[in-house]
């Protein structure tokens, strides 16, 4: 059975910090990529950040360019996002996907004063 559990979200003031965890079973991958995503209120979904599995490759969308740090650790199918300086800007629903296939149900994050 697959399961993909994210967790970490909640509220925080403007410029506080939050990590977010992944955690992946029921399934197993040699190689591939594993984001984040983010889809704010009546917005589309965008992707935020990905990470090689084998690399430890980064890339990140440029709004969030050396706020937030994706990493991960194969041993435990997790992938996290460390997230810094958070604006109200950053208010969404994040989601994380495994390899293109498989997605969590979602993890709020709220940034308000």
């Known amino acids: 059975q697959v399961k993909v559990v994210e967790s970490g979200g909640g509220l925080v003031q403007p410029g506080g910090s939050l990590r977010l965890s992944c955690a992946a079973s029921g399934f197993t991958f040699s190689k591939g990529v594993m984001s984040w995503y983010r889809q704010a209120p009546g917005k589309e979904r965008e992707w935020v950040a990905s990470?090689?599995?084998?690399?430890?490759?980064?890339n990140y969308v440029d709004s969030v360019k050396g706020r937030f740090t994706i990493s991960r650790d194969n041993a435990k199918n997790t992938v996290y996002l460390q997230m810094n300086s958070l604006k109200p800007e950053d208010t969404a629903v994040y989601y994380c996907?495994?390899?293109?296939?498989?997605w969590g149900q979602g993890t709020q994050v709220t940034v308000s004063s």
């Open positions: 990470i090689s599995k084998i690399s430890g490759t980064t």
């Open positions: 996907n495994f390899i293109g296939v498989y």
